[in-house]
């Protein structure tokens, strides 16, 4: 049995909208070249308005969406998202940073926690304090192994809730992007909450985004979030870079024997199903965790 589908409604929709009405005396139809000739100008006319209304939607969306505008002194932002928590986005975003310079130690590379409700860089890089500003009222990030970094956990205590509603967390995370002193950068890796809400529509819509990472574990109920994420990413015209399917093994450490716990090669062939590259697939190594 067929299913009333989203998009089947909406095809029901545009024909019901298209039709063109029957020229009618009393309760006759008329037929005949005059009816056809003036069906086909209807037609015509529906089709001719359809397209101006398109146009007029269009330049309206377009005046909506706020203005791109690049973070000061740096040239690349990337992003590292997952549909769902605890996946190791985090840990992934401080591996990229990391990783970056080592690959290249003439690029600098800066980290960002956007992730206002749990924030994590303090803790996997190893920082704790308050920012200190410049005498034009900006953040000084702080640093460690070389890489300069800004988070609400920062300017919170450890075990302090942040308690907030949205235009809140929208206003902190304008500050986050805004009033930091960056210095300049070659890269800089943004660390995004999990989901697919109004900071990643933020984030994404108000800087110029080079590229996206989406972090997934190997199983099926993180690989529907983690394709969820791609196709908002895609939707905001945000490029997806690929996909890192993390926790993809664990071997134990006395036998060495390889056991996959969430289950082998699930984010390969998702990264197939959506034509993107697989970037890498890092074990389940305590270590890195």
């Given amino acids: 049995m067929a299913q009333f589908t ?21 309760t006759e139809i008329k ?12 037609q015509s006319q529906k089709s ?35 549909g769902k928590g605890g996946v190791g986005k985090s840990t992934t975003a401080v591996n990229l940073a990391l990783g970056l310079m080592a690959n290249d130690s003439s690029k600098s590379v800066g980290l960002l926690d956007a992730d206002v409700y749990g924030p994590s860089i303090p803790k996997l890089m190893n920082l704790k304090g308050n920012p200190e500003l410049t005498d034009n009222n900006l953040m000084i990030p702080l640093t460690n192994y070389g890489v300069p970094c800004m988070s609400m956990g920062f300017l919170v205590e450890d075990v302090a809730p942040i308690v907030w509603r949205g235009l809140m967390v929208m206003s902190a ?33 108000n800087i110029p985004v080079a590229g996206a990472v989406i972090v997934s574990t190997p199983q099926d109920i993180a690989l529907l979030d983690a394709r969820r994420g791609t196709e908002m990413f895609r939707k905001v015209h945000v490029p997806v870079l690929g996909v890192v399917q993390n926790m993809s093994v664990f071997q ?28 890498g697939s890092p074990p389940d190594e305590p270590a890195l965790f």
């Fill in 48 to 82: 001719m308005d359809g397209k101006t209304l398109q146009e007029r939607q269009k330049q309206q969306m377009a005046r909506g969406l706020p203005k791109q505008k690049p973070i000061t002194g740096v040239k690349q932002v990337i992003v590292v998202a997952s």
């Fill in 252 to 279: 134990c450490p006395n036998c060495n024997h390889q056991t996959h716990i969430f289950g082998s090669d699930g984010a390969r062939k998702l990264a197939d199903t959506l034509g993107i590259k697989l970037l």
């Fill in 173 to 205: 995370i304008e500050k986050l992007l805004r009033q930091v002193d960056w210095g300049l950068l070659d890269y800089l890796v943004v660390d995004m909450p999990p989901g697919t809400g109004d900071v990643q529509l933020s984030i994404s819509q």
């Fill in 31 to 42: 037929y005949g070249p005059v009816c056809c000739v003036q069906f086909i100008r209807c």
């Fill in 6 to 26: 989203y998009s089947r409604l909406s095809h029901l929709l545009r024909i019901s909208v298209n039709k063109c009405s029957v020229l009618r005396t009393g």
